[in-house]
């Protein structure tokens, strides 16, 4: 009797040993998860603070604008021309 007792310790205690191994690598796959989408909302919060401070200066600052439609869009003045030298 002594020895069918001893053999279900050992075998309960395997079987608890592997279930908590199983659900350690599923916590830790949760928090490497987490950590990420943590520092992708950091990454995201900064990036619309940038674009908010952006349209701040489209609405508030016009010759922001001007600089801008000239270097993204590559507007002129009337009366400018652009030379293009090389590649």
Do not use: C, H, Q
Request: glycine share 4%.
């Amino acid at each position: 009797m002594r020895k069918i007792l001893n053999n279900w310790f050992i075998i309960t205690t395997v079987v608890f040993v592997i279930a908590s191994g199983i659900r350690l690598k599923k916590l830790y796959t949760s928090y490497k998860l987490y950590k990420f989408y943590k520092n992708e909302i950091a990454r995201l919060e900064k990036e619309n603070d940038l674009i908010f401070k952006k349209i701040e200066k489209i609405k508030n600052d016009p010759f922001y604008i001007e600089k801008l439609l000239r270097e993204e869009y590559g507007m002129i003045k009337e009366g400018e021309f652009i030379i293009k030298m090389g590649d």
